[in-house]
Structure formats: C-alpha cells, structure tokens
C-alpha cells in the first residue's frame, strides 16, 4: 500500500514525537511541555473512603487494608485514634494513602476545613464509607453510645455513609456482655460487623479477637457498596490506546485513541475484583491500579507483550486500536524535506486478536472492539466470526460527541446468541456493560462444562 502525503494527512499522519500529547485533542493543553503522565480525572467518580485506625496490635494490619482498598480504585483518608499512634506512626499511612492522616480533633493543620476544627463534617460529608479497622472495644462502646470525645467517634455520629467496623480484641473483652451489647445496638442502627477470627491473640490467649484477614474486611466494604464481586478468580488482559508505528526518529503513524474506554474497563474490572493486566499503547492519561501495567508504543511490540501473558488470561478485552498497516522501512535519520511529493510503503501489522483467538483455549474469554463508521453492525459480526471471539463491541465513531477521546460512548456488544445496545453513557458505564456480558459469557461457559461433565478453573487458565 502507497502513501501519499498530503497537506491534509499530515497532521495524522507525520506527528512528531515533539509533544507528549496532541495539542488539537485537547486545545487547553499546554504546548510543547513533555509529562510523561498528564494527572487526569479518574475515568470513574473514585469511591472515597475513611479508614479509622484504632489502639490495638492489629493496628499494623490496616496499612494491608488500606493497599488493597486503593487496588480496588479506592481513594483512602486514614483517621487515627491516640492510641492507635502508640502502634503504628501515622507517617506510615501518610506514605501509603498520598494524604495527611487525621489524628487530632483540633489539629487544624491539614485538610480542606484547616483551622476551622470542622473538618469532621468536611470528611463526613465527602465519603462513600467509614471502615474502622480494627475496632477496639473503647471505639464500639463510643460509637454505640454516642459518645464524640475524638475526631473517629465525631466523625461515626457527623457522617450518613455507610460504616463497617472490624473488632479486634482479647477474647474476653469481647465476650464480654458489654461488647456483644454495644455491637448489638450497632447492629440494629446498620452498622456492618466484620466477625473476628479464632486463634492465637496477641495476648497469649486462644479464641475469638483476632482482626478477620485484610481480603474479607475489604470484600465486606466492597459489598456494602454494591459493588459486585463477580469477576474474583478472573486474570483479564485489557489493551487500550493507540499503536504508533515510527516513519524515521521523529515521526510515525498514530490514531485517535485516547485509551479511556479500556482505562475505563481495566479501573471498573479491578473494583469486581478481577486481577487485571493493561498493556497500552502511548497515552496521556494515568493508568488505574492495576497489577501490572506493561506500556508498548508499536504494533510489534504490543503483539509480544500480548501473547507472553495470554496463556495467563482467563479474560482478554481489546479494546487498543491497532495500526492495521505500518512503514515498511523505518528511515533511520531524519527524513528531510526535499520539496516533492512523498510516498511510503506500507505492510500490514500482526493482527494480534486473529492471532488470539486461532489459539485460544476453551475457557478464555476473548473481546474485541470495532470502530466502525458505515454497515456497522455487519462488519462487527464479520470480525466476531472471522476473529474467532466471543463478543465485539462495536460503535460508530462517524457520530459526534461519542467515541475516539470523548469520555462518553454508545455502542453494541454483539456475541454469536445476542446484541445488546447501550445508550450514549459514560465510558466508565459502557465498561460495566462490557464486563457484564463477561459475567455472562462466562456462567453460559460454566454451564455448558457441566453439562458436559469438564471442570473450568478459574484462577488460571489451564492451557491444555
Ligand atoms: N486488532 C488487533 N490487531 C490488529 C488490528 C486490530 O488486535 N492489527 C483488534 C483491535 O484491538 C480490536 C479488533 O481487532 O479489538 C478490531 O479492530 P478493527 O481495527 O476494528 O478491525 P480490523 O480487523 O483491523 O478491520 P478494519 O480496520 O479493516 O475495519
């Protein structure tokens, strides 16, 4: 294929490398400055939460709870009681959230509210949760009577989110009538129990206290939330963003990905619990905190980066525009301006999804995306059989205001039984719908190996 370049191609065709982003995307980006990642809003709303750390020795085990709060997409402000300080120093959260830890009422230090001793209402008022963990008995006993001697027990009684508090205690202490009474009247008002563990205390005491493991405190603030667990045991490998294929040391072929929609889905997976791998190509958004995070500029390279992790992959969603062609020889200096007209020679790239799927084994789950601009949902459901997949989300990036760098999109998910359409929404949105329809393949998959008497294992996707 020949390339002519044309005044009107150049802009697609011959950017330079001089610019991290493209200033005509976005017109209030600053020229000629170089971020390797531009701070970017969050492709979903992130769910805040506060994380109250009380006195006891478990308090060490909140900063794990913490970790896994911000895997799944959590933005965490850490609240610490006096004595919980005599444990843990409060740098400890402060390095591991990116926030000052509250630790006094009238601190007036930190915070939105700083000076003004309201920050509580600040705080209330802005989280999606109140998790406490762990919960000594004195915090029980001041939530469940009211008592706002602290910023955490002002905090329980200022704010209407949701809290979910995790004991942590010496087996009498919790035994006692006082505690069960006090987490009786917590019950009755909504407050979410995550139950102790039985083993060995801290105290040299065997029994009921110890702080129930950090996974299932997080899972039960998860839950709370209502946001649904249902891709736990799932492996999903996203692609997202352009490929860029280089002309000479300065230039190459690019497209108008923004890489929102599979940022959006690999944040969205992650909230589900799924372990989550993003290979993406050149972006100027910042990832979501996934497991591995594996940045690719070319076709190639995201072709290898692809395949070495697909045996790995229960899931893989593409949602990456691929170059479809590339140079075919890359100049290895600066081409110069010679005056007249230029072409290039082009050879098609690895089409990693075919590639895929020809090998592909029966418990993965593969998806792929069409940018279609006519006869568009035919040509999807020519590429869901040609590609071997099992759904195409397709859409029509010829209407405005959806699609290639907006943060909004409407588009089909077709698979071989059905179609689905999804009105313009969110990008963050359309990836649940997505995600949805893995949920569905999947249980559909589940079903058939029963009836045929195999066994599917999540965890990993056993290759043979
Ligand atoms: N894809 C890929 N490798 C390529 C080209 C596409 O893996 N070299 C993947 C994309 O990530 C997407 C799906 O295939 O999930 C469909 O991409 P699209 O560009 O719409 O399809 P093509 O097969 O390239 O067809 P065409 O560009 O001719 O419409």
């Known amino acids: 294929m020949g390339v002519s370049r044309s005044r009107a191609q150049e802009i697609y065709l011959w950017r330079n490398r001089s610019c991290g982003y493209y200033p005509f995307l976005d017109a209030s980006a600053p020229v000629g400055l170089v971020p390797a990642r531009r701070a ?3 492709v979903g709303a992130a769910m805040k939460i506060a994380l109250g750390v009380t006195g006891g ?22 609240v610490m009681t006096r004595a919980a300080q005599e444990f843990v120093r409060p740098l400890t ?6 926030k000052n830890v509250i630790t006094e009422m009238f601190d007036g230090t930190s915070g939105p509210n700083a000076g003004s001793s309201v920050e509580h209402i600040g705080v209330a008022q802005s989280i999606d949760a109140l998790l406490v963990a762990p919960a000594t008995a004195d915090t029980l006993a001041k939530f469940a009577n009211g008592t706002a001697s602290d910023f955490l027990s002002t905090l329980y009684l200022a704010t209407t989110a949701p809290v979910i508090v995790a004991p942590a205690m010496n087996v009498n202490m919790w035994q006692h009538e006082a505690t069960q009474r006090n ?20 105290c040299g005491m065997i029994g009921a206290g110890r702080l129930a493991e950090p996974d299932q405190i997080v899972e039960a603030v998860m839950e709370t939330l209502g946001v649904a667990q249902d891709l736990k045991g799932e ?20 497209n108008r990905s923004s890489g929102k929609m599979g940022y959006a889905i690999a944040e969205a997976a992650i909230r589900r619990g799924a372990r989550v791998t993003l290979v993406s190509g050149p972006t100027a958004i ?3 905190a996934v497991a591995e995070f594996v940045p690719v500029e070319t076709t190639q390279q995201m072709r290898d980066a692809v395949v070495v992790r697909f045996p790995d992959a229960s899931v893989v969603i593409k949602a990456a525009a691929v170059a479809d062609y590339r140079p075919r020889q890359t100049a ?28 592909r084994f029966e418990k993965q789950i593969l998806i792929g995306f069409a940018a279609e601009t006519e006869n568009v949902i035919e040509n999807a459901r020519g590429k869901l059989a040609a590609k071997h997949i099992d759904a195409i989300v397709v859409n029509d990036v010829s209407k405005p205001g959806i699609g290639f760098n907006s943060d909004r999109n409407a588009v089909t998910i077709i698979t071989a039984e059905d179609s689905l359409q999804v009105a313009e929404s969110s990008k ?3 990836a649940q719908r997505v995600l949805d329809t893995v949920v569905r393949l999947r249980a559909a998959r589940l079903s058939s190996a029963q009836a045929s008497g195999s066994s599917i294992q999540l965890e990993k996707a056993e290759n043979k």
Not at 93 to 98: I, K, P, Q
Not at 332 to 359: F, Q, V, W, Y
């Open 40 to 42: 970017s809003a969050p």
């Open 57 to 78: 020795i478990a308090a060490y085990k909140a900063a794990e709870i913490l970790r896994q709060l911000q895997d799944r997409g959590a933005e965490v402000q850490v």
């Open 93 to 98: 959260f402060a390095a591991l959230s990116g």
């Open 183 to 202: 987490l009786d009247t917590l019950r009755r008002r909504g407050v979410r129990i995550v139950e102790p563990g039985s083993g060995y205390l801290a």
């Open 235 to 254: 492996s999903i490998l996203v692609t997202a963003g352009p490929t860029l294929e280089p002309i000479d040391p300065v230039r190459f072929i690019g």
């Open 286 to 288: 910042n990832p979501p």
């Open 332 to 359: 290895s200096r600066k081409i110069k301006r010679a005056g007249n007209a230029l072409t290039l020679e082009m050879e098609p790239t690895a089409d990693i999804l075919a590639e895929l799927g020809a090998h």
């Open 428 to 430: 963050f949105d359309v």
